[in-house]
């Protein structure tokens, strides 16, 4: 019964090779968001969708680009990754239709840049 | 803005409390609190709207003080389980849907 899963879980690509990162949620939430989160340090959020709405972090570098075809379904690029954006990339979701609503948080994919 | 917590770490024998609080210097809409344990994904303790309140999770509890724009979480009788880097995430007015992370607070408990 998982509810957000990200594929891969672990995911290792050259200096400059473009990679891409799934997420997709059996919630069926409005608003999706995609944090970075370097060793010990807090996830930081670099983008989110309300619905098909984007809303970009004004700090997230020009290198990274998402896309959200479908309520279920949200992807993050890294057109050229460099050694900096070896992390751990984690997609959330929200319903955000009650002000009780929280984040839920899948388990995240480990990118190693090489 | 980001909250800034403290203490940066904490260590406890199995049964012993901790406090660990957060506090922001923006009006606060909402204060959430997570528990990440190594490798693994946050996962979410509870939330708390302003107003004041205070709530129960077991033997983790947590509150809101909005004129004080800060939030405090109690582990009562330390658990194995409890260890790992506690976050809270700070929302403020607008219904922005964002939540903006502190830097956390790795509690390690011992038997």
């Known amino acids: 019964d998982a509810m957000v899963i990200q594929n891969p879980r672990y995911q290792v690509t050259q200096f400059g090779k473009p990679v891409t990162l799934s997420c997709s949620q059996t919630?069926?939430?409005?608003?999706m968001y995609w944090y970075q989160q370097k060793s010990s340090q807090a996830p930081k959020l670099l983008f989110h969708y309300y619905d098909k709405d984007f809303n970009n972090e004004a700090d997230t570098p020009d290198n990274f680009q998402s896309r959200r075809p479908n309520t279920s379904f949200c992807f993050l690029d890294i057109r050229s990754p460099g050694l900096g954006d070896a992390a751990m990339y984690l997609c959330?979701?929200?319903?955000?239709?009650?002000?009780?609503?929280?984040?839920?948080f899948g388990p995240g994919t480990r990118l190693t840049v090489l | 803005q980001q909250p800034v917590q403290s203490p940066q770490a904490v260590i406890l024998r199995e049964g012993e409390d901790a406090v660990i609080n957060c506090s922001s210097s923006?009006?606060?809409?909402?204060v959430h609190w997570y528990r990440q344990k190594h490798g693994e994904a946050p996962v979410f303790l509870m939330i708390?709207?302003?107003?004041?309140e205070q709530k129960g999770h077991e033997k983790i509890s947590a509150s809101f003080n909005e004129k004080k724009q800060q939030s405090s979480l109690y582990l009562t009788a330390s658990q194995l389980s409890y260890s790992g880097t506690y976050f809270c995430?700070?929302?403020?007015?607008?219904?922005?849907?964002?939540?903006?992370f502190g830097k956390g607070t790795l509690l390690t408990v011992n038997p």
């Open positions: 995430g700070t929302e403020k007015g607008g219904s922005n849907y964002k939540l903006t």
């Open positions: 959330a979701t929200s319903p955000r239709d009650r002000d009780t609503d929280t984040q839920y």
């Open positions: 708390l709207l302003k107003g004041g």
């Open positions: 923006k009006a606060l809409y909402s």
């Open positions: 919630l069926n939430h409005n608003v």
